[in-house]
C-alpha cells in the first residue's frame, strides 16, 4: 500500500483494495491451516473506543494476538481522551508507545487529525462518516462467494449513513454498480456522491424506490434505522423508513442468487425480516467472520 493510513475508502485506489483483499484471502488461509504469520511480532495497537464495539474489538484484538502483537484497549472512561485531551497530544504520546492506532469514534476529522499530528499507523475502525474496514471484509465476502467483484451489482437499502458511504465508494472503485435507496433526508454524504458522479466505469443510481434499486442486484446489503446514538430518533426514523424493508417482496426483484450482507447488530422485523436473515445467515456470518482477516490485513500491510 502506498497509504501510511486507513482513513477512508476515498484515499485508497482499485489496485490497494485488491492488495488488502488478496493478503487476507492469505491470511485466512493460514489461520486455518495452523500456519504461523506473527509478522506484527513485538508490535503494540492502541485502540481508542469513543464508541461501543462488538465485532471491532474482538476482531482487533484477537487479529494481533494472531500476528504476534498486542492490542491494548482505551475508552473514553479510562483515559484522557475523554476527559478532553487534545487529539493532537494524544496522537503524539501514543506515537512514542506504540506502533498503531485504530480508532473508533464519532468525527471523521478526529481520525484525521490523529494520522496529521502522530507519526505511527492509524486505523479508522468507523466513524460517524465511514466504516472502511466492514467495507473491506464485505467485499472480501463477496469475492469469496462471487469469485469476482468487477461487473456485479450491489445494492443497499436503508439509511445513507457511513455505511452507504463506505459500500457506495468500495463497490464503485472495485468496478461494481452501485443503486442505493433511501428516504428524502436520510440520503449518503455529498463528498460521496459528488465522487459517484465523477466515476466513467461504473453505474450508481440513487433513489427513493426500494424495489427499482434491488432490481437485478447481485448483492443487497441493509444496516439499522437508527444507529448508535439516534436512538432518540427511533420513533421518527421507524416512520421514515416504513417500506425500506429487505423482505421476500424485495428480494424477488434481485437475481435469483443474490447475497445479502448485513454489518450487524441487526434488527429483525425492521430493517430485514426474520426470514431473509436466516436464509442468508452463512452469507451474513462469512462476512462478520471475514473482519478478522481483512483487518489483520491491513495491520499487516500498514504496520510491518
Known sequence: MN???LLKLLDLSREEIHEILDLADQLKYDQKHGIPHEVLKGKTLAMIFSKNSTRTRVSFEVGMFQLGG??????????????GEPVQD????LSRYCDGIMIRTFEQQEVEDLAKYGSIPVINGLTDFCHPCQVLADLMTIREHKAKLEGLKICYIGDGNNMANSIIVGGL???????VA????????????????????AKFVLTGDPVEAARDADVIFTDVWASMGQEQEKA???KAFAGYQV??????AAKPDCMVQHCLPAHRGEEITEEVFEAHAGEIFDEAENRLHAQKAVMALLMK
Open 90 to 93: 494524544t496522537a503524539r504520546v
Open 70 to 83: 498486542h492490542a491494548l484497549f482505551l475508552s473514553n472512561a479510562v483515559s484522557q481522551i475523554g476527559r
Open 3 to 5: 497509504n501510511k493510513h
Open 236 to 238: 421518527e426514523r421507524e
Open 182 to 201: 433511501s428516504p428524502s433526508g436520510y440520503q449518503p454524504d455529498q463528498q460521496v456522491k459528488d465522487f459517484a458522479a465523477s466515476v466513467t466505469d
Open 173 to 179: 472503485k472495485c468496478g461494481m454498480d452501485v443503486s
Open 247 to 252: 423482505n421476500d417482496k424485495l428480494m424477488a
